[in-house]
Structures are given as structure tokens and as C-alpha cells.
């Protein structure tokens, strides 16, 4: 029923030992070391919440959790790790959604999970500094007073950290206007796999002194180092947000929606996101959002949601609504219907129906998740290929897959192919790997457009990175890391 990789801890590594424990626990107050092993001898139920992940797919064998409180301390710990070759695994929210944030095998988890302070806020510059584990949610809350927002937004929220968006070089839903982490993020400061702090925590928006270090840091996955503070640019919040909801006949409508809605709201178009009919229905028979009117709803074979932030009120909403009359009021209407948000709680609800999917998907079944970069062309084919070619292998029905569903962020190009199972089984894996890695491969896309390789794609870097780049990735991986300790097995084949 488990995932796992064909993977074994490198030989060179060591599990962690009673004498470990000792150790740690003079780094650390007694409450901050969790493990099986004595002194502490914790019940093994202790460590189920970091030894699996959020879809319920890996489980590691880690024996013990620290949680350091300073980066001095996290410093300490990967130090003695360093010296007697233990595997580290650094573990945010845990909402990961590729296996990256549980051991493999037995390797120690260390937790962000009391770094949570917030360093300093600039409201002049916007410039936030904070711990790497505070929680994207609590980091929002804290700036909005100061009218700002965070440059990124997903369904995790609630309980990612700041330190695993960076790790993972999250996208989510605000990319298309904010751009992504490579850009926002100003400053880093990082525990190297030897102990050592790297300081490079600036608030500077330019800074051209050689190479940029800190962006191999932003989506490595925690194999180079632990990234204890984080120093981000927060954009103003905009002084008004609009969202509607279009119903459209078909997927080929999509396309020239979104060159329309780019023409016609410049500026102002802050999301333009997609989910097709079933992914709406679950969302909607999982709570998620409320439901369109049937009206809304006869005839669509997929929803667009479309955000716009800007500037002034009454400018966007004119801009909003003159949209929709020209959507509305074409001869060859691209779209069936509008349900523009009249409240902020019908705001809201809006953008529940997208971003609560995942969530809804969890509850209806256990989820292959493929999240690749392909032409916006081919999202609908992607979807019913895959969807054809499981029918074809006799695996389409209640007892196998339940579901072929098609969401995403249209403006970023990304989708997600997510496959709805009754269960994870080896015969439903075959089927679809390496069959969706070849499409991606065909369109030259990308396997991981957002969500990173973990350890469930280490085996399918090669379809989208060439020998060249794998072999300087290696490299760049023995600098940092020549022990290996870093996150043992994730991301590099
Ligand atoms: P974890 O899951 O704990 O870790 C992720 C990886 O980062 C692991 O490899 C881990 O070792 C490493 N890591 C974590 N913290 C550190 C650190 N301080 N230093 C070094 N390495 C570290 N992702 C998107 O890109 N866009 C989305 O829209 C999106 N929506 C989601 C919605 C839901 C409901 C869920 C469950 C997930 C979603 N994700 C999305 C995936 C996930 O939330 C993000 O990847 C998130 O950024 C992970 O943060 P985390 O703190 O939970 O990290
Ligand atoms: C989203 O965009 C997330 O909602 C999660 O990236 C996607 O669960 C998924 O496949
Ligand atoms: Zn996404």
C-alpha cells in the first residue's frame, strides 16, 4: 500500500543511537527531542505525524525528531549529524505533496517547527525577515495591519512554513501576478550539511556581487542545507479584489478566454485558474465552496476563475463588468454563464471551489498527482489521453480509478493531472508512469512544474533535464554536500 523508492540509506550513512540522544538532548530542553530510543523513549505513535505524509502515500522509519528553537541550535545538530554521518531530513508543515519531507529510511527529522518568530517588517519596503518555520497563514496575518501581503498564496496555508515554500520554490495561485520565489525572495540564511551558518540574510532589493548563491537554495528540497531565516519582499494589498466564475462549453474555449481576459483586464488580472467539471464536483460533494446554481452549471464542461486586484474599485469593477457584457454578448459566446462574487464571503466561496480540490480529492480517494508544464494546447488531451489509456488497460472503474481530473493555473501553464484511486496499487503505478512522463517528455514540459522531485520523481528527471544539467546538479550536490547527509535520496536519481 506504501510508496517507497528503491532506495536504501547510503551505506556510508549511520542510524541514530542512544548516545545520539544524549547529545541532542544537551543541545536541546528534553521536550524538544522526540524518539523511541532511550533516554527519551517516546511511543512510536509520537513520530506518525512526521513519518507520513499528507496523502497518506510515504512512510518513513525515522526513530527520532528534533526540534530546534535558533539557527545556533539547528547549527549544533546537523554539526554532530555531520560528524557521525547521520541522514537529516528537514521537515516544515509537512504538506508536501512528492515524499520530500520524509526519510526514507531512518534518517533524523528535524523540525522547523519552533522557529516560528517573525525577525523584523519594514512596512516602507515591505521587506518581512522571519524564522523558516513560520507558517505561511500567521506570516499573512502578521502583515496585514501593515496593508501588505504575502507574495504567495496556496490551499496549504495553514500549516506550510515560509522555509518549505522556499524549499520547494512554491508557485500557487498568486504567481501570475507576484512572479515566483527566485524573485521575491531578497536573502537567505542557511545551515550548510557541515554546521556551518551561511549568512546571507540581506534585505537588499540589488545586489550584483557575483554569484547569486541563495537561488540554489530556492527549490533544492533541503538536499544543499537547512534554511533557518528567510527574507522575502511583501507586495502592497491591493485595494480591491474582484472574482467571477465562468462556465464554459468546451476546454477549447480556454484558450481564447484567457488571451481576451489578458487584453481586456491587463493591469488589474491577478489569477486566471482552471478546473474542469469533475474536479468542480468534488469540490462541491466534499465541502468545498459552495455550490453554482444548476442553471450555472448545465452545459459546463469546465470553469475558469478569474481574479482581478488593482488599484480602485469602481475602475475594476467597470473594467469587470464590461468583460462580461463582451463575453456574454458575443455572437460565438466562449462562455456559458458568469458568477461574478458579490461579497467577501461569496469571494471567498469562489475561490474555495478552486482551492479547495485537493483537499476534496483527499476525501474522495487516494491521488496520483502529476504536476507538469505542458502547452496550454494540450492540458484537455493530456487529461483524456491519460483517462483513454487507463480505460484501455481495463482500470477504469469504482474498484480501480474513480477519477481523471484536470486543474491548475492556466496563466502559469501548469497543470494538474491528478488520478483518483480506491487505493494505491502497483498495477494502477504501471499504468501511468512511465506513460505520463513520456507525454510530458513529448511536449518537452516538465515533470515538476511547482511541486518539486522529492523522492517520488528522482527516477524521472532525465524527461525533463538533459545528462548535462543532472551531472552538474550532481556536482553541485558534492560541494555542499560530500557526506550525502543532506536529505539522502531526494531529488537526484
Ligand atoms: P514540507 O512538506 O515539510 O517539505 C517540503 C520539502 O522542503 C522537503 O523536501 C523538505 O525536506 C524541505 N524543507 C522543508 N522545510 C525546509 C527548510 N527549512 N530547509 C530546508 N528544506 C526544507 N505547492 C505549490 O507549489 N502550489 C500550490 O498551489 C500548492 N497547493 C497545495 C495545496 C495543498 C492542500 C497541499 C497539501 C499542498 C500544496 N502544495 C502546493 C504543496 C506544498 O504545500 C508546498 O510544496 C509547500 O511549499 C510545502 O511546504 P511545507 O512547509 O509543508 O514543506
Ligand atoms: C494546487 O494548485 C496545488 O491546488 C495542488 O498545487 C495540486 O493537488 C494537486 O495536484
Ligand atoms: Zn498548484
Known sequence: RVCRAAYAT???LNPVIEQDIHHFS?????????STLSPVASPASDLDQFNNDWM????????????????????????????????VVPQGGNTGLVGGSIPLKDELVLSLANMNKVRSFDPISGVLVADAGCILQSLTDYIAP???????DLGAKGSCQIGGNVSTN?????????????????????????????????????DNTGYDLKQLFIGSEGTLGVITGVSILTPPAPQASNNVILALPKFDNVLPLYKLVKQQLSEILSAFEFIDRTAYELAVKHGQGRALSDEDVRG??????????????????????????????????LINTGVLSQSPAQFSSLWALREGVTEAISKEGKAYKY??????????????????????????????????????????????????????????????????????????????????????????????????????MKKIKEIFDPRGIMNPGKVLP
Not at 522509519?61 to 547549527?75: L, Y
Not at 501593515?146 to 504567495?152: K, S
Open 10 to 12: 547510503a551505506p556510508s
Open 26 to 34: 544537551k543541545i536541546l530542553p528534553s521536550t524538544s527531542v522526540v
Open 56 to 87: 497518506g502515500k510515504y512512510k518513513g522509519q525515522a526513530t527520532t525528531v528534533v526540534k530546534p528553537k535558533s539557527t545556533h541550535e539547528v547549527s549544533q545538530i546537523v554539526r554532530h549529524c555531520w560528524e557521525r554521518r547521520i541522514g
Open 146 to 152: 501593515h496593508n501588505h501581503i504575502m507574495p504567495l
Open 170 to 206: 512554491a508557485g500557487g495561485l498568486r504567481l501570475l501576478r507576484y512572479g515566483s520565489l527566485h524573485g521575491t525572495v531578497l536573502g537567505l540564511e542557511v545551515v550548510l550539511p557541515d554546521g556551518t551558518i551561511l549568512d546571507q540574510l540581506t534585505t537588499l532589493r540589488k
Open 300 to 333: 459546463a464542461a469546465c470553469f475558469v476563475l478569474v481574479e482581478t486586484s488593482g488599484g480602485r474599485r469602481e475602475h475594476d469593477e467597470e473594467k469587470l463588468n464590461h468583460l462580461l457584457e463582451t463575453l456574454l454578448e458575443a455572437e460565438k459566446p
Open 371 to 472: 504536476d507538469i508544464s505542458v502547452p496550454l494546447s494540450s492540458f484537455q488531451d493530456v487529461v483524456d489521453g491519460t483517462r483513454e489509456h487507463l480505460r484501455s488497460k481495463g482500470l477504469l472503474n469504482d474498484s480501480a480509478v474513480k477519477h481523471v481530473i484536470g486543474y491548475g493555473h492556466v496563466g502559469d501553464g501548469n497543470l494538474h493531472l491528478n488520478v483518483v484511486a480506491e487505493s494505491y496499487s502497483p498495477e494502477i503505478q504501471a499504468a501511468l508512469e512511465p506513460y505520463v512522463y513520456e507525454v510530458v517528455a513529448s511536449h518537452r514540459g516538465s515533470v515538476s512544474a511547482e511541486h518539486g522531485i522529492g523522492s517520488m520523481k528522482t527516477h524521472a528527471l532525465h524527461y525533463s533535464k538533459d545528462e548535462v544539467s543532472i551531472a552538474l
